[in-house]
């Protein structure tokens, strides 16, 4: 069974990283300094779309992404990439309590 794609990208879209839905949680003020730096929005421009041969011979698309504060890019799944246009509706309905 395959599913319909909810987004389709192309080289040259303004992408954003999806809101994360966990959170971690610490008393000390210096571990949730450091965590933070790791929690920020980012956000890129797709540059090239690549097929992975991933274990047994199963293939998957992934988005080579040039974040905005990153010198080089990275590969991503696209499940974990939204547009910029969506970030908002998928902030709201991502809750992370205490946050």
Known sequence: MTTKPQYRYAIGDRVAERPKTHGIYTRHADVRQRIAQYRKQR???????KTKLINSNRKMKVLVIQWDNLKTPTEHAKMRICPISEIDKLSMNTLVPGE
């Open 43 to 49: 956000y890129g421009t797709v540059v090239d779309i």
